[in-house]
């Protein structure tokens, strides 16, 4: 092989492995729009709020979608509701201790039935770790992965910066009493279990 047609198999493979190699997302969002709902739909008193403080890091691999992993956490003292008291009874010891464990987060190491659901988009199952209140629990996610290349400049108004979009959606619900947030207490006004609903944008990781 000439030293030129070496130099042209080594660029092309150079290119194809920069293409194939995991990406690492970072959500700790530039716009401050990432956010995770949560709800409690109690009989009396329904509650309702979110949690802004987002931040953690998700590895993708286009070519080994079941391979994506990473760690997503909110800062505890970031979640509100639109009344402030019922915000100070939320953050307290009682409930989440927001000064005793200050994060809340999700942990997980790949992705269970991963399935197409349009050009790069999938539906999958992430398995992993959920922690709050200093409680860790397994629990599984149904997902909703979203692949945006060339994205990221478009969505901070700098179309000129280069860079790639992943946002990953969902939804699930977990027990209080699980985590130790007053099992069997005051049911009639704050729902047993809580609901979690999640958009996050990941952008690319900063250096």
């Known amino acids: 092989m000439t030293h030129t047609l070496r130099s042209i198999a080594f660029a092309g493979f150079t290119i194809l492995s920069a293409v194939a190699a995991p990406q690492?997302?970072?959500f700790e969002d530039p716009k401050g729009v990432n956010a995770v709902q949560f709800t409690l739909d109690s009989v009396l008193e329904p509650i309702a709020g979110t949690a802004s403080d987002v931040a953690g890091k998700v590895t993708f691999d286009?070519?080994?979608v079941a391979a994506t992993q990473g760690k997503i956490a909110v800062e505890t003292d970031s979640l509100k509701t639109s009344n402030s008291t019922m915000t100070e009874h939320l953050l307290s010891?009682?409930?989440?201790d927001a000064e005793k464990h200050p994060e809340i987060s999700f942990a997980f190491t790949k992705l269970d039935d991963v399935k197409p659901a349009g050009d790069n988009r999938w539906?999958?199952?992430a398995?992993?770790?959920f922690t709050l209140k200093g409680v860790t629990k397994s629990i599984s996610v149904p997902v909703t992965l979203t692949y945006l290349p060339g994205a990221f400049g478009k969505r901070i108004n700098k179309p000129e910066l280069p860079g790639d979009?992943?946002?990953v959606r969902g939804a699930f619900s977990i027990e209080r009493a699980?985590?130790?947030i007053k099992p069997g207490q005051n049911e009639d006004k704050v729902s047993p279990s809580i609901q979690l609903t999640f958009a996050l944008?990941?952008?690319p990781e900063k250096k």
């Open 24 to 26: 690492v997302f970072d």
């Open 62 to 64: 286009l070519a080994n």
């Open 93 to 96: 010891a009682g409930w989440v």
């Open 123 to 125: 539906s999958a199952t």
């Open 127 to 129: 398995n992993g770790d």
């Open 165 to 167: 979009l992943l946002v």
């Open 178 to 180: 699980d985590y130790g």
């Open 201 to 203: 944008v990941g952008g």
